[in-house]
């Protein structure tokens, strides 16, 4: 997924930044939930609390390759946005 101003939920959700987003906001007892119908296409998403805190291992690895790829392929571009 390259920047833009604007991606689809496969998109962000892919690049783990869904995962990273949920591994912050269980520190303070909330997640982000997510409704995918039967096509993929997802109808509903909302905050909700949780008393669930972390991912397993394998979820976490999976999680930080992820984000470590989008770093990888966007990291000129956020390094431009941050000086701007």
């Not at 920047?3 to 783990?16: L, P, S, V, W």
């Not at 997510?34 to 296409?41: A, F, L, T, Y």
Request: one cysteine or more; proline letters at 1%.
């Amino acid at each position: 997924m390259g920047i833009k101003d604007k991606c689809d939920y496969a998109g962000f959700r892919n690049a783990g930044l869904l995962w990273w987003v949920n591994m912050i906001l269980h520190t303070f007892g909330w997640v982000i939930k997510v409704k995918i119908e039967g096509d993929g296409s997802v109808s509903d998403m909302w905050p909700e609390r949780t008393k669930w805190r972390g991912f397993s291992m394998k979820d976490n690895q999976e999680g930080y390759i992820k984000v470590s790829h989008y770093l990888k392929e966007n990291v000129d571009e956020l390094l431009k946005e941050s000086k701007e």
